[in-house]
């Protein structure tokens, strides 16, 4: 099975104006028995893994490539 997350975008109807990236904001999530914050991102990348996703793909912004 295969994911697509996007992590794309202005950040502008998020309210955070360029001040933090979207997928870093930290959220609740369940590990291990214990509820940790952890950024979006990870639990995006993290959970699919649980249920048998084995291909992830993250589309990022055009700046934000590594030359």
């Known amino acids: 099975m295969k994911a697509i997350i996007t992590a794309a975008?202005?950040?502008?109807?998020?309210?955070?104006?360029?001040?933090?990236?979207?997928?870093?904001?930290?959220?609740?999530d369940y590990r291990d028995g214990s509820i940790v914050l952890r950024p979006?991102?990870?639990?995006?990348?993290?959970?699919?893994?649980?249920?048998?996703?084995?291909?992830?793909a993250v589309i990022l912004d055009r700046k934000d490539a590594i030359s």
């Open 9 to 28: 975008g202005f950040r502008s109807r998020s309210g955070l104006n360029g001040v933090m990236r979207k997928e870093l904001l930290s959220i609740d």
């Open 40 to 56: 979006i991102i990870d639990v995006l990348i993290y959970n699919p893994e649980r249920t048998g996703v084995r291909d992830i």
